[in-house]
């Protein structure tokens, strides 16, 4: 079945460093966009990073420009978020997401804690 766990979340302090990997099973990777959201609580959930199948191009929420990363590799199915230089309103839960072009597919992960306290 379809598959997408979050990993590499966790604690860290402002202008620390995390970076967030998904792994994906049961649909076929390459044919996919894969996103990442957030949710704070209290918030709602907001779109931070897209990667497009073929690996470019990659768009992020302005919050994140400059500090945020994301990446993907085709063979091993995996999406990565590298976040630099944390601050405090990026945390949040994150969650993965694949959204294949033109279908109605759209799959998610249950979502990872990242904290970020002084």
């Known amino acids: 079945q379809v598959q997408l766990v979050e990993s590499g979340g966790g604690s860290v302090q402002p202008g620390g460093s995390l970076r967030l990997s998904c792994a994906a099973s049961?649909?076929?990777?390459?044919?996919?966009?894969m996103s990442w959201f957030r949710q704070a609580p209290g918030k709602e959930r907001e779109w931070v990073a897209i990667?497009?199948?073929?690996?470019?191009?990659?768009y992020f929420v302005d919050s994140v420009k400059g500090r945020f990363t994301i990446s993907r590799d085709n063979d091993k199915n995996l999406v990565y978020l590298q976040m630099n230089n944390l601050k405090i309103e990026d945390a949040a839960v994150y969650y993965c997401?694949?959204?294949?072009?033109?279908?109605?597919?759209?799959?998610w992960g249950q979502g990872i804690q990242v904290t970020v306290s002084a």
């Open positions: 990667i497009s199948s073929a690996g470019s191009p990659n």
């Open positions: 049961g649909f076929i990777f390459g044919f996919y966009d």
């Open positions: 997401n694949a959204v294949r072009v033109g279908y109605s597919y759209n799959y």
